[in-house]
């Protein structure tokens, strides 16, 4: 079966990094696009970032380019998301998804790692 799940969340302060994993198994890793979508609280799903199955190609919001990266390593199969200069508005539960191929929707989510960024 599919699981991925995520780890790498916690408490940091304003301006602190972090970086998230997420853990895959039960398909084909290397040959699906991979996603990072976030929730705040008491907010709607909000996508963060997109990595190409062999990582040719990345997409970010705005709100996150220049601070946020996403990569992955095939080998190990295991998504990124490595979060640098962290805002407030940065506090979410952070989920990582596989993209399903023929309809760009994400077919698969974890359960999801919470980051919280406070002084």
């Known amino acids: 079966e599919v699981q991925l799940v995520e780890s790498g969340g916690g408490l940091v302060q304003p301006g602190g990094s972090l970086r998230l994993s997420c853990a895959a198994s039960?398909?084909?890793?290397?040959?699906?696009?991979m996603s990072w979508v976030r929730q705040a609280p008491g907010k709607g799903l909000e996508w963060v970032s997109d990595?190409?199955?062999?990582?040719?190609?990345?997409y970010y919001t705005e709100s996150m380019k220049g601070r946020f990266t996403i990569s992955r390593d095939n080998a190990k199969n295991t998504l990124y998301l490595q979060m640098n200069s962290l805002k407030f508005e940065d506090t979410a539960v952070y989920y990582c998804?596989?993209?399903?191929?023929?309809?760009?929707?994400?077919?698969?989510w974890g359960k999801g790692t919470l980051v919280t960024v406070s002084s």
């Open positions: 990595i190409s199955w062999n990582s040719d190609s990345t």
């Open positions: 039960g398909f084909i890793f290397n040959h699906y696009d």
């Open positions: 998804a596989k993209v399903r191929g023929s309809t760009r929707d994400m077919d698969y």
